[in-house]
């Protein structure tokens, strides 16, 4: 018999990706550039030159079995070693190869830090906004989702609702800086008073409650924004990342966990990861990615073409009559909609081939999500299709 849960899961896709389909579709018959595609967070700049140098010279040079067998379960010994003397070199925190387990992207990443502090039943705390995944990465280790109300006057955190929802079963509190969706960074006061929070509840609980740091955007901050390192303020801090955005890598499904070395059981921790994936398939990233990222870390994309579009995104949307907290990293931005209902608000910006992500899947109704990983050419003719969605669906001038 088919399980139920996940054919239950059909008749909720996402919405982001239903969006996405329907800009291919309709792409096919008016010409994709000009369907103005804002819905998919998929990395629009090229890899770096210097990635695929190691790539070839890998692969020129190497022997097969070492390129394309298997891994270490943990990782590749010196991947892991080159990782922490970069997180050590960059974060001034003592990072060694015993706090690093290589995963399949940001995804694999957090499928083993939910399970290596959470059982059947517990609750991880979230904020909104907040990736939608979230709820199907949490809800199938068995954990449960709780996902604390917005902060929507600058999407930092809202610590009057999440004292509120704090609880005995909480386990562990995930973030995500820079945000996806609204493209906000935590601050250091924000993170200082997060950190103090997560101390007196474990304190009053008598039990660890763990921090969850999904990094993804890590790379993409933009200028003037301090993006203080999260581990920094929390001894038990478990990073989850991906080279993803930073290296335009996302079909190469590579990152890694970094367990603060201040966290008493980080080595153990590190080995538990082994063990979690037998269970979850989730084991062993392609052994030449591993040793290609290794040579890069201190390298990204030419990721300056996000904040361009910001930007130019940021400018329109604010004379338009938008409402919207500037992002400070990422590329996203996430407006308040022109009505209450931001899933109409989004199916009427259709008619203008504009893919725009309404913000309810992110816990934050009446919100839209722009992804702006897009050539700036083409956001710039998206200027006027927007200028004309707002004057005939809502009266707005131009």
Sequence with gaps: MLVQKYKDMLSGKSVIRQLSEFATARGQEIGYENVFDYSLGNPSVPV??????????????QDTNVLHGYSPSLGITSVREKVAASLEKRFGQPYRKEHIFMASGAAGALAHAFRLVSQPGDEILTFAPFFPEYHPYVDLSGAVLKVVPPD???FQINFDKMEEMMNEKVMAVLINTPNNPSGVVYSAETLKKLAEVLKRKSEEYG????????EPYREIVFSGVDAPC???FYPDTIMCYSFSKSLSLPGERIGYVAVSPQCGDAETMIQMCGQISRGIGHNCPPSIIQLAVAEVLDKTADLKVYETNRDILYKELINLGFTCVKPGGTFYIFPKALEEDAKEFSRKALKYDLILVPGDSFGAPGYFRMAYCIDTEKVERSLEALRKFVKEEYGGTV
């Design 230 to 232: 999260v581990s920094k």
């Design 48 to 61: 770096p030159r210097e990635f695929t140098d190691c790539m070839i010279e890998l692969l020129s040079t």
């Design 207 to 214: 039990h660890t409650i763990y921090l969850i740091s999904d």
């Design 152 to 154: 929507t006057e600058a």
